[in-house]
């Protein structure tokens, strides 16, 4: 069965610009999480969905950031007027179960550069 | 693709050695911890897990051993190939909830032929 997919795998933007990025989890999994990744830094949380409801969106950086999974499948992450540090790497990670010890299941991730 | 880890502390092998790579964490309240292998380009793919209440644990080519006393973790690959060449993350999860993984700051590994 296919992976954890995301699209697109490179985005340029100007700066001011608005951005959205797409996450296509594991069929059937519940959880569905959102890290970003600066380059030569480890993932960072950024928000975590268990089917379509948000249950955490604490490591969202400012209110320019937006995720949504309306159906409790395919989520989006918009970023809103983008700045130069939303430079990043922006990947998605999906899981079977919501609680307990579980393996994440990442994507391939979306490069963003902001000029 | 781009290149991750450019910054990163490098372990520098010969092809056959054994590697270790090791990670120190912070929260004494975490209590499962995994090894993630990033190829560039290429998004993390789990390697081993280990719980608290285990204090190492093998799996092909690989163990990972859990010091809880100075909150360490250690991976160790036996036979380390070219193919094992990556950045190696340790994460923890917090007790309780749904799995929140956070992320040390990661090893390059380079295996030389």
């Known amino acids: ?115 | 693709g781009e290149s991750v880890g450019l910054h990163l502390p490098t372990l520098s092998v010969q092809e056959g050695d054994n590697s270790i790579i090791n990670c120190a964490y912070s929260n004494s309240a975490s209590d499962y911890f995994i090894w993630y292998k990033q190829e560039s380009g290429k998004g993390p793919q789990f390697i081993i897990d280990i719980r608290s209440n285990m204090d190492k644990r093998q799996g092909q080519r690989v163990t990972v051993l859990l010091n809880k006393t100075v909150k360490h973790l250690s991976l160790q690959i036996a036979a380390t190939q070219p193919g094992d060449s990556a950045v190696y993350f340790c994460a923890e999860n917090r007790a309780g909830g749904y799995n929140k993984l956070i992320f040390g700051a990661g090893t390059r590994l380079a295996v030389h032929p």
């Open chain 1, 1 to 115: 069965g296919a992976g954890v997919s995301q699209s697109p795998r490179y985005k340029v933007a100007k700066r001011g610009q608005d951005v959205a990025l797409r996450c296509d989890p594991i069929s059937g999994h519940v959880s569905l999480f959102w890290y970003q990744q600066a380059l030569g830094q480890g993932p960072e949380f950024l928000t975590y969905f268990q089917n379509e409801a948000q249950l955490d969106k604490s490591g969202l950086p400012s209110d320019r950031f937006f995720a949504e999974r309306p159906e409790g499948s395919v989520s989006t992450l918009k970023i809103q007027r983008t700045q130069q540090e939303d430079s990043a790497v922006y990947l998605c990670a999906s899981s079977l179960r919501t609680s307990g010890s579980y393996e994440q299941f990442f994507g391939p991730g979306t490069r963003l550069t902001v000029l």
